[in-house]
């Protein structure tokens, strides 16, 4: 079936470092790839999405690549700021049905 | 304003007794979903609608029901809740299935 694995943390990191949460998924043929994050006490917001295989997503300068080959969407940022503190979740919608699947999300603490 | 909102945000209950969360939306989206988050398994699917009457299970939906009478909203009922139904419940929504889901901000529920 399909599924999604993220490392669950938690990740700690000082300002002003650089980020990496791994993604990986199951599924078959070409699911369109997400990145949601969870800020304290508010609901999941899009972060970034890819729909195609070697499409790259950004936003807010987070970027994720969609790897097909390695079957992979690694969130990356090159400098966190506290603000960047929350739960960030990958997830798949399948290319043959219309449910999303979401991995176990990760949570960030980003130190002055 | 417009969006996606969830009451009570905050529930406490008993075993057995029944509860009611409501979820409505302003947009006219066609698509709502119904998750649950617990920690170390990420968000599971409850139940999903793609129009006014038109509902299904997703992952996890023995004991909860669910209707949608009006486009706009999509409660979610636990008809005898149990203390395993103790967690975070997210309402999100989405103009056609398979795009981008917007989340309402949560209900935490705890089942005595």
Not at chain 1, 42 to 69: I, M
Request: overall charge neutral.
């Amino acid at each position: 079936g399909n599924s999604v694995t993220q490392m669950e943390g938690p990740v700690t990191l000082s300002e002003e470092a650089f980020l990496t949460i791994n993604c990986t998924y199951t599924a078959t043929g070409y699911p369109s790839l997400f990145w949601y994050v969870q800020y304290p006490g508010e609901g999941l917001q899009l972060l970034l999405k890819a729909t195609k295989a070697d499409d790259k997503g950004s936003n807010k300068g987070f970027e994720a690549t969609y790897r097909k080959e390695t079957t992979s969407f690694h969130l990356e940022k090159g400098s966190v700021q506290v603000s960047d503190s929350a739960v960030y979740f990958c997830a798949l919608r399948p290319s043959d049905g219309q449910n999303f699947v979401f991995g176990p999300g990760t949570r960030l603490s980003v130190l002055p | 304003d417009a969006g996606i909102t969830q009451s009570p945000r905050y529930k406490i209950t008993e075993t057995g007794r029944q509860v009611t969360l409501m979820c409505h939306q302003t947009w006219s989206h066609s698509y709502m979903f119904w998750y649950r988050q617990d920690l170390g398994h990420g968000l599971r699917l409850i139940y999903y609608s793609a129009a006014a009457d038109i509902t299904d299970k997703g992952e996890v939906p023995d004991g909860y029901v669910v209707s949608r009478s009006k486009t706009e909203n999509f409660p979610l009922t636990l008809e005898s809740a149990t203390r395993s139904q103790t967690s975070v419940y997210f309402c999100a929504s989405s103009e056609t299935s398979g795009v981008t889901q917007y989340f309402g901000p949560g209900t935490r529920l705890l089942v005595l």
